[in-house]
């Protein structure tokens, strides 16, 4: 607008963080679907399907459900802070922070919806069963 027009916007930078910040945070889930997100598979790279899924479902239950828990806990109380004092960005803009705030809850619970289907699904190598 600024080179085309001769006219700025002061709504495009936030308006465009926003987007940026709901498209990165609601694919998360999608992303724990494909195996997209950073693993280290040191220790289980060698091992039979079924023992790699037994420590996988072990780091779910000890590090990736609590971590989901606590991360929807407390962003639901960010958002919950968000709405009842309706916060707006601090620019000219101004836009509001609420939904924003709130896809940070969205998000977890997508995860850990996801973290639940993957434990599922290793259940299912455990057992030998297909789950396609």
């Not at 459900?65 to 929807?72: K, L, N």
């Amino acid at each position: 607008m600024r080179r085309f027009l001769g006219s700025p916007t002061i709504w495009s930078f936030e308006v465009l963080n926003q987007t940026y910040a709901i498209h990165f945070m609601i694919v998360a889930g999608f992303g724990l679907k494909y195996g997209s997100h950073v693993s280290v598979d040191l220790f289980t790279y060698k091992m039979a399907p079924k023992k790699r899924a037994y420590v996988e479902i072990l780091g779910y239950l000890l590090f990736f459900f609590p971590f989901c828990i606590v991360c929807i806990l407390q962003g639901y109380r960010f958002a919950a802070t968000s709405w009842a004092m309706w916060e707006h960005s601090w620019s000219v803009f101004s836009p509001p922070l609420y939904p924003i705030k709130t896809v940070i809850l969205i998000t977890f619970l997508l995860i850990l919806v996801q973290g639940i289907a993957e434990v599922i699904k290793k259940i299912f190598i455990i057992k030998g069963l297909s789950y396609d």
